[in-house]
């Protein structure tokens, strides 16, 4: 058996044994579905899926159709904590490419400013982060090589 033979059984073998097969070549974001209220997600959740891939050198207009559904999109009054009103983000993206979906959701709470033009802004950075967060979580879960498992803490 050749050595380049011996590499690929052992990286297909690896792979089959943790369950995932990583994806490779590169993608293009083919579509972005939002159908939630949230203005905007729909582009901002573009714009963190193109960093995302370009960040690993995945990024491609000719590559592979990788495509996005924002699935969950909200800005909601959660909880007081004594005279303080607490909204919650949330975010959940899916995401489909070569065959394999893969679904993330993060959330984030967050203060109400007290004013209305603090509060849009702070919406709006509050949606803009998760889904910078949410495209790394799904692009991961859809490229990378899964990792072992971490080593215990002590």
Known sequence: MSALSTV?????????HVGVLPITGTWAVSAVEAPVAEPDVDAWTRDAVASALAARGALDPAGGALRVTVRDAAYTPSRRAGDVLLYEARLTLEMEAAGRTVTRTRAWTVRDPGDAASA??????????????????????????????PAPSR
Request: charged share 15%; aromatic share 0%.
């Open 120 to 149: 849009r802004s702070q919406r709006e950075a509050a949606l803009r982060t998760l889904a910078t967060q949410v495209a790394e979580d799904c692009i991961t879960a859809l490229l990378a090589t899964p990792a072992a498992a």
């Open 8 to 16: 690929i059984l052992l990286v297909v073998g690896c792979s089959v």
